[in-house]
């Protein structure tokens, strides 16, 4: 069981990084099939933290402070609180918001591509603040925090930095709650530096295919797959 879920999170790393989302979208569904809620998100803050670390350290010239600033703070704040909710929700509810927002998320990316939404202070604070609770709550808000952020227009370099250091500082704040809330067993420590080679060759790999695949045929499939999964942890969860 553990090969195959090392074997998917590698996948997830080479189709988020070809499709151009972030890999915890896809990864946090798989994770759901080996483990329960709890135990899921953090392995996959895990699994981010290792990820984002490395496109910080690749782009870290190109980080806009102000940005950081106005989105991070929100984001930490909330990713904070979303973290000890988790405790109090059950693990059904907690598919449920995750199943409706990946929904939300593959509609809209495939009806709207394009999508963002103006770069306000306002608008930014209030992203910041959602992307956050929501990464902290269901371990998924880099979706949300790329559609205000891409608003922005950045060059690449500074768009890859100034979310990556959101994302890490949103990771490193929720990941202390998940392991005091004991949510990370000693027994699966052994899967850490597993996550670590595995988020490094994943992405290595996904750079690599890039150019060689039709990548927006690509990432509508890889929406279209999200939308399904979505509905499977909606009809989970509501009992008919």
Known sequence: MTALFLLLALLAEIIGTIAGFGSSTILLPIALLFFDFPLALSLVAIFHIFGNLGRL???????????FLHFGIPSIALAALGALLVTHTPNQTLKLILGLFLFA??????????????????????????SGFLAGLIGTGGALR????????TKKETYLATTAAIALAVDLTRLPIYL??????????????????TALLGAFI????VTRLPQETFRKTVLVLIALIALKFITDAIPF
């Open 57 to 67: 350290t690749l782009f870290r010239h190109g980080l806009n402070r102000t940005i």
């Open 105 to 130: 998320f593959s509609a809209t990316s495939l009806a709207r591509p394009n999508f963002s939404l103006k770069p306000t202070v306002q608008n930014t604070l209030i992203g910041g603040a959602l």
């Open 146 to 153: 790329g559609a205000f952020l891409t608003a922005y227009r």
């Open 180 to 197: 005091s809330e004991g949510f990370l067993a000693p027994a699966h420590y052994f899967l850490i530096p597993f996550l670590f080679i």
């Open 206 to 209: 996904g750079k690599k295919a």
